[in-house]
């Protein structure tokens, strides 16, 4: 596992999940909101948008978290992962989540509400015709991250003794 895409709805926590499994696996890990939003939050063209993933995924190991519904193009990220994580958690636990952290905008809303009926099945599509090559890890509650992370974390090797 060394080029990981996280993948989910709003409040799903795929951030939460990407820092935890950069510690745990020794990756560096890149918040594509944090690359993809200027401060008035307007939406970057998709053009610039796939160029700027293209930058991003030439490195060898990264861990890319973020999921930009309708204004995503993920095939630049796809394209070079190895592991494919989708964080398809309830909706009333994303919704609670998204309210804790903050005020979110109208679309953000619709997005999330949306996401299982209207964007989860063209993410599947994308990483079909994307990411066949790679390992796709489905993920629905809190205790399947934690196990999956468990799994992840006994498979590495320990520190070595000198």
């Given at each position: 596992?060394?080029?990981?895409?996280?993948?989910?709805?709003?409040?799903s926590?795929?951030?939460t999940l990407?820092?935890r499994?950069?510690?745990?696996?020794?990756l560096?890990?890149c918040?594509?909101?944090?690359?993809?939003?200027?401060n008035?939050l307007?939406v970057?063209p998709?053009d610039?948008?796939?160029q700027?993933q293209?930058?991003?995924?030439?490195?060898?190991r990264?861990?890319?978290?973020?999921?930009?519904?309708?204004?995503?193009?993920?095939?630049?990220?796809?394209?070079?992962?190895?592991?494919?994580?989708?964080?398809?958690?309830?909706?009333w636990?994303c919704?609670?989540?998204a309210?804790?952290?903050?005020?979110?905008?109208?679309?953000?809303?619709a997005?999330?509400i949306?996401w299982?009926?209207?964007?989860?099945?063209?993410?599947?599509?994308?990483?079909?015709?994307?990411?066949?090559?790679?390992?796709?890890?489905?993920?629905?509650?809190?205790?399947?991250?934690?196990?999956?992370?468990?799994?992840i974390?006994?498979?590495?090797?320990g520190?070595?003794?000198?």
């Open positions: 596992m060394d080029r990981v895409v996280i993948v989910g709805r709003g409040g926590g795929k951030s990407a820092r499994l950069a510690e745990v696996a020794h560096p890990c918040e594509l909101d944090k690359e993809f939003w200027n008035e307007e970057m998709r610039v948008w796939a700027r293209r930058e991003l995924a030439r490195a060898d990264w861990i890319m978290d973020g999921d930009l519904g309708p204004h995503d193009d993920v095939a630049p990220r796809l394209c070079r992962a190895d592991t494919v994580i989708i964080l398809d958690l309830p909706l636990r919704a609670w989540r309210m804790r952290r903050g005020r979110e905008r109208r679309d953000f809303w997005w999330t949306r299982r009926r209207v964007s989860r099945p063209v993410l599947h599509a994308e990483i079909g015709t994307h990411a066949a090559h790679a390992d796709v890890v489905t993920l629905r509650t809190r205790a399947d991250v934690e196990e999956w992370l468990g799994r974390r006994s498979s590495r090797p520190p070595a003794c000198g």
